[in-house]
């Protein structure tokens, strides 16, 4: 029998994400946290028109009191002394050492990025880091066999694909939804009512926390809220992190 699979992931380890775990707790859900082990504790402003982030400003350099054309929302990462406890139970994948666009660093810089990404953050959270999400969604050929021989078993990018199947190349595993999307509640409900009759079948949906702080109509915490419940109330579908669905949907294969 086929089943069905549904997984947050969340990127850059924000203060936000304390509240995104509160919910996730309340439904039951697992998740994916994808965390840069060489950024904690950084603050910067974002700042966005509408759902659409334009600047990252650093902390320092902003001033609250002064009208701004952009409106902001805090990116506040979570101190290191406090996320291995604000995460436990949950995935951590990587998301590189210093948040770069890996299509422009040198091989050196990119093995750097990964590799110690991965050996630092398996060494806080004690767990095996299998997972990763391409800042940026900057994905290049170059990344794989490094990502391969730090343990990696899958890449998320931020390219789209609807269809609920589980990737050909996980190394290039796209989002199924953004959470801000405007379709998310009718893609939800062709997931809900979709049949894993041939295959298993993945919904993967992708969020940064500072995002639910826009309070607009389409990225807001009740929405998060909403999202969570609709899917959490089909029996069929398993909420977990996006490693537990790799491994069981190759399980379920072998
Ligand atoms: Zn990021």
Same mark, same amino acid.
């Given at each position: 029998?086929?089943?069905?699979?549904?997984?947050?992931?969340?990127?850059?380890?924000?203060?936000?994400?304390?509240?995104?775990?509160?919910?996730?707790?309340?439904? =039951?859900?697992?998740?994916?946290?994808?965390?840069?082990?060489?950024?904690?504790?950084?603050?910067?402003?974002?700042?966005?028109?509408?759902?659409? %982030?334009?600047?990252?400003?650093?902390?320092?350099?902003?001033?609250?009191?002064?009208?701004?054309?952009?409106?902001?929302?805090?990116?506040?990462? #979570?101190?290191?002394?406090?996320?291995?406890?604000?995460?436990?139970?949950?995935?951590?994948?990587?998301?590189?050492?210093?948040?770069?666009?890996?299509?422009?660093?040198?091989?050196?810089?990119?093995?750097?990025? #990964? #590799?110690?990404?991965?050996? =630092?953050?398996?060494?806080?959270?004690?767990?095996?880091?299998?997972?990763?999400?391409?800042?940026?969604?900057?994905?290049?050929?170059?990344?794989?066999?490094?990502?391969?021989?730090?343990?990696?078993?899958?890449?998320?990018?931020?390219?789209?694909?609807?269809?609920?199947?589980?990737?050909?190349?996980?190394?290039?595993?796209?989002?199924?939804?953004?959470?801000?999307?405007?379709?998310?509640?009718?893609?939800?409900?062709?997931? =809900?009512?979709?049949?894993?009759?041939?295959?298993?079948?993945?919904?993967?949906?992708?969020?940064?926390?500072?995002?639910?702080?826009? =309070?607009?109509?389409?990225?807001?915490?009740?929405?998060?809220?909403? #999202?969570?419940?609709?899917?959490?109330?089909?029996?069929?579908?398993?909420?977990?992190?996006?490693?537990?669905?790799?491994?069981?949907?190759? %399980?379920?294969?072998?």
């Amino acid at each position: 029998m086929y089943r069905k699979y549904f997984v947050w992931s969340f990127d850059d380890g924000l203060e936000q994400d304390k509240r995104i775990v509160e919910i996730l707790k309340k439904y =039951n859900m697992g998740a994916t946290f994808n965390l840069n082990s060489g950024l904690y504790g950084e603050k910067t402003w974002e700042g966005r028109i509408g759902n659409l %982030g334009m600047r990252e400003v650093p902390y320092d350099t902003f001033d609250s009191h002064k009208r701004h054309l952009l409106k902001y929302a805090p990116h506040f990462r #979570i101190p290191e002394d406090e996320v291995k406890k604000v995460y436990e139970g949950f995935e951590i994948a990587s998301h590189t050492l210093t948040h770069q666009n890996l299509k422009k660093c040198s091989g050196e810089e990119m093995k750097r990025q #990964i #590799i110690d990404d991965v050996n =630092n953050l398996e060494q806080l959270f004690g767990q095996k880091i299998t997972g990763f999400a391409y800042p940026y969604g900057m994905s290049s050929e170059a990344c794989i066999p490094v990502l391969k021989e730090a343990g990696i078993r899958y890449a998320r990018t931020v390219g789209k694909n609807t269809d609920f199947r589980f990737p050909e190349d996980p190394y290039h595993l796209p989002m199924t939804c953004w959470h801000i999307s405007r379709n998310v509640f009718k893609e939800l409900e062709r997931f =809900n009512s979709a049949k894993a009759e041939e295959d298993d079948l993945l919904f993967l949906m992708f969020a940064h926390g500072y995002e639910f702080d826009f =309070n607009t109509k389409e990225s807001n915490w009740n929405k998060l809220d909403k #999202i969570c419940r609709s899917v959490a109330e089909h029996s069929d579908i398993i909420c977990c992190s996006t490693a537990d669905a790799f491994a069981a949907h190759k %399980g379920g294969k072998a």
